[in-house]
């Protein structure tokens, strides 16, 4: 297919109550609709649509709506543009020279993909695989003012049809408002929090308490670069989601060493083995040998700057 034209459509939409979580009280919904004319091998000219999903301010993460926006207009559209032959499979590949601005990327790459899944005459949950024509449905709900509000507001989803609550949570209310709702609608009920980076480490103690009951799992307690070691995770029965934000793949690696193992690949230690007589030494990792030239390489750096100090250069004091 071939990318003829991209128009972005700017939408604020009111939500039906105030959605508060640890960083932020929405009343409005800001996004943007990306609007996507491509034309097809026969020649037919097919629409497709997609939705970018970022805040309008860059609370949770560095890609804000409408910087999100600017990339997508200066950056994302000419370097589709230049595609003879485009595809929804295709567009993450041609834009590897923009770095990061994830959403602003998938925003466009969903509008593709909508407008390739229509000229096949194709579903969505076809291409994706799908087995079932129904799921089950959660409801992410906000912080409330009180317990009792965040009973209500629950009551209200399940009574809908809800099957699964996601409860938003922050410092001075988690506790009481996990342990009323499990006291309010039983242990059956399937049940997570959501932190939204609004702990530290300082508070694991605290969160700890949370394992009496019973969640499917604890999302984001903390912000990028906060993660704790994997005996300090394991002390929790619940599961913890350490992912956070995972935007590149090395970057998912080193967290998943950090969480031990429990979420992207798993990474197992070598077992270290004795040498036999003659046998020569394995040859070490780059990464090994890398850090032993920068510890060298500072050792030298320090060692000279001693003797520097140690010396009087007349180039270093005014002349008489």
Do not use: D, M, Q
């Given at each position: 297919m071939k990318l003829l034209g991209l128009r972005l459509h700017h939408l604020e939409i009111p939500l039906v109550s105030p959605f508060t979580t640890s960083f932020m009280t929405q009343t409005h919904k800001r996004c943007f609709l990306?609007?996507?004319q491509l034309e097809t091998d026969a020649g037919d000219v097919i629409t497709g649509w997609g939705e970018n999903v970022a805040l309008d301010r860059p609370y949770y993460s560095a890609e804000y709506l409408d910087g999100s926006a600017d990339v997508v207009e200066r950056w994302i559209a000419p370097l589709l543009f230049d595609m003879e032959h485009l595809t929804a499979e295709t567009v993450?590949?041609?834009?590897?020279?923009?770095i990061g601005n994830p959403m602003a990327k998938a925003s466009v790459e969903m509008a593709i993909l909508d407008a390739q899944l229509r000229a096949e005459n194709r579903s969505f949950a076809?291409?994706?695989g799908a087995v079932s024509s129904t799921v089950p449905s959660g409801v992410s709900v906000g912080i409330q003012d009180s317990v009792t509000e965040t009973l209500g507001v629950i009551g209200g989803y399940l009574e809908q049809g809800y099957a699964r609550i996601k409860l938003k949570i922050q410092p001075g209310a988690d506790i009481a408002h996990v342990a009323a709702v499990r006291r309010e609608f039983g242990d059956d009920l399937l049940f997570q929090v959501d932190a939204n980076a609004a702990y530290t480490l300082v508070d694991a103690a605290h969160l700890r308490r949370l394992d009496d009951y019973g969640l499917l799992l604890i999302e984001q307690p903390l912000g990028e670069g906060r993660h704790p070691s994997a005996r300090a995770a394991r002390r929790s029965d619940d599961h913890a989601d350490l992912s956070g934000r995972i935007d590149r793949v090395g970057r998912g690696r080193r967290r998943c060493d950090l969480s031990g193992g429990d979420i992207g690949d798993q990474h197992q230690a070598r077992p270290r083995r004795r040498l036999s007589r003659g046998e020569a030494h394995p040859?070490?990792?780059?990464?090994?040998r890398h850090r032993r030239l920068v510890r060298r390489h500072a050792r030298d750096r320090h060692r000279k700057g001693r003797e520097c100090r140690t010396r009087r250069s007349p180039r270093l004091h005014a002349p008489r």
């Open positions: 990306v609007e996507a993450f590949h041609h834009l590897r020279k923009v076809s291409y994706l040859r070490p990792r780059a990464g090994a």
